[in-house]
């Protein structure tokens, strides 16, 4: 059994390596990835691990991002210290999890419900997403940014969309100005606020006055045309075109 295993603490990812070699010796985990970005970086570089075992806190944020921002077939069990509120969530899901610190036995009863699962048939994730409280904190307004030797501030309604390109994040605002923000697009994700901005794919968030038109592409995919337009074609998958025109919509 193939396993990825998502922790951002170290004695933790230790001690759960040892306890699988102990619960079942014929695993091997494939990787130990402590951020949301690392592991959707890796899941869509490798084929599908037999297993995720995740904690809910990430270095970088909540882990159950990767399931909103990616489809990921296989079957998960995750570590939390969540309150009884969320248990009771994940228990009513049919998710597997495991109360930290963990214990032999119930990895090895967690380990056991899995091979029950039908083979190829992923936890109900969704499900799931919908069920758990999420922490509410107050979406970002504005941005200090740089313009030649100054400084100054941007009201986030200004900003048209966010281009991620060689480790660097550009602002692109309405106006067609450029500028070069400290944040990575996983941080930004979590700081805007959804119902105007939304993650078009790796690259680019868009906020909704900027994406003018959508255009049917290859297998399923859909260009979209910004405003300002951007420099090269800007594609969403197949997978994430529903959830585009959703919020489109409304």
């Not at 909540?62 to 228990?91: C, N």
């Not at 899995?114 to 069920?131: T, Y």
């Not at 922490?135 to 966010?162: C, D, I, M, N, Y």
């Not at 594609?235 to 409304?250: F, H, N």
Request: charged share 20%; net charge negative.
């Amino acid at each position: 059994m193939n396993i990825l295993l998502l922790e951002d603490e170290y004695p933790a990812a230790e001690r759960l390596q040892r306890l699988l070699q102990q619960a079942a010796p014929e695993t091997q985990v494939l990787a130990v990835l402590d951020t949301v970005a690392a592991a959707l970086d890796w899941l869509a570089a490798h084929p599908a691990p037999d297993l995720i075992l995740s904690d809910i806190q990430l270095a970088d944020g909540l882990s159950l991002e990767i399931w909103e921002q990616a489809v990921v077939p296989s079957p998960v069990v995750f570590t939390t210290a969540f309150d009884a509120y969320a248990i009771r969530a994940f228990q009513a899901n049919s998710i597997a999890y495991l109360l930290k610190p963990v214990k032999l036995a119930e990895l090895q009863a967690a380990l056991a419900k899995l091979r029950q699962w039908p083979k190829g048939d992923g936890s109900p994730i969704e499900r799931l997403l919908d069920a758990l409280p999420r922490p509410s904190r107050p979406h970002k307004t504005r941005f200090l940014v740089r313009q030649g030797e100054q400084l100054l501030p941007l009201p986030v309604a200004e900003a048209a969309w966010f281009l991620s390109r060689n480790e660097n994040v550009t602002l692109v605002a309405a106006d067609g100005r450029r500028f070069v923000l400290d944040y990575t697009l996983e941080q930004l994700e979590g700081l805007l606020d959804p119902a105007q901005f939304f993650r078009l794919n790796r690259q680019v968030i868009a906020q909704l006055p900027a994406v003018r038109r959508l255009h049917p592409h290859f297998n399923g995919k859909l260009l979209v045309e910004l405003h300002p337009a951007a420099p090269e074609e800007i594609l969403v998958s197949r997978e994430k075109a529903p959830a585009l025109k959703a919020w489109l919509e409304g």
